[in-house]
């Protein structure tokens, strides 16, 4: 069920444990510190394969029972709370995301929520969001992250070969936006620069085994400076761990913004499908 409502809000969720029982791939990182709090990050990710984008969040502070992120008019967008034995042993990190629909209705099944990049925008507006937290002790701890629209274009040419993933640096977001319009929301002022001018700061590679198991590898890789790479070899010791014609997908993505502000967190992904490991009898159709 879409977490969206009518009136383009997120609806309230009153507990901790849906968000600790979320996907494990994301790997936002956060604004330290974060005003009273340790952390705090709002941004937007991008599945520039699958057609869909997010509104992620991560705030962390010590023995929180209640937090809330309002956007830059005071609108409370999000809020949790602790009861009973949690609100007793109090909560840290909480992080999260909005359900993802399409960007375009092409991508969406009948009845699926459709949310293209300029709806998004004006859905979550760029700016400040104020995060707030209560201790279970009353102190009140708060502070305020930038959400931009700095958006890293999706990594381009991803291949898998051997356990070794390369990609070359992309120049727009896949399905969800033509050249022109992207060239038209820059000129909309919707997006302040193009995606392929937008600086990227790291590389985040992922491959994730669809076989039941939930295990991944994860990890991330420079994209600037002396260090910057845009190839690496799977770890072997995850890879023999893995039988013959295991299923798989591969994501790598950009993970940057204005660097220069300190946004570097909005995330662009390319998904690689149907990848079959240690291929022998085949893993199904569509897989390679």
């Not at 120049?171 to 620069?193: F, H, I, R």
């Not at 909005?266 to 499908?273: G, M, S, V």
Request: glycine fraction near 10%; hydrophobic fraction near 35%.
């Amino acid at each position: 069920m879409s977490i969206f409502t009518n009136a383009g809000c997120l609806l309230t969720v009153a507990t901790t444990v849906v968000l600790a029982a979320m996907s494990p791939r994301t790997a936002t990182s956060a604004t330290t510190p974060c005003g009273g709090l340790e952390e705090c990050r709002v941004l937007v990710e991008i599945n520039a394969t699958d057609g869909d984008i997010g509104f992620h969040w991560v705030v962390d502070a010590e023995e929180m029972v209640t937090m809330h992120i309002e956007d830059p008019a005071g609108a409370k967008v999000f809020e949790n709370r602790a009861f009973h034995e949690l609100w007793q042993q109090y909560y840290s990190e909480t992080r999260g995301e909005s359900s993802e629909p399409k960007c375009r209705q092409g991508l969406a099944e009948p009845g699926e929520d459709v949310v293209t990049l300029r709806q998004f925008a004006r859905r979550f507006p760029r700016g400040s969001y104020a995060v707030t937290a209560v201790t279970d002790e009353g102190e009140v701890l708060s502070g305020r992250t930038p959400l931009t629209y700095y958006l890293p274009a999706a990594p381009d040419s991803v291949k898998f070969s051997g356990g070794v993933v390369t990609w070359q640096p992309g120049t727009a977001l896949g399905v969800c936006a033509t050249e022109s319009e992207l060239w038209q929301m820059v000129s909309d002022g919707v997006l302040p620069v193009h995606p392929m001018n937008v600086p990227v700061k790291e590389w985040e590679i992922t491959l994730a085994l669809d076989d039941g198991s939930h295990r991944e590898f994860t990890l991330r890789l420079p994209a600037r400076g002396s260090q910057a790479q845009m190839s690496v070899t799977i770890s072997p010791e995850f890879m023999n761990s893995v039988g013959p014609d295991t299923p798989a997908a591969l994501e790598v993505g950009a993970i940057g913004g204005k660097l220069s502000a300190g946004d570097d967190d909005n995330a662009t992904f390319t998904e690689l499908q149907h990848v079959c490991l240690h291929q022998d009898q085949g893993c199904g159709p569509g897989a390679d």
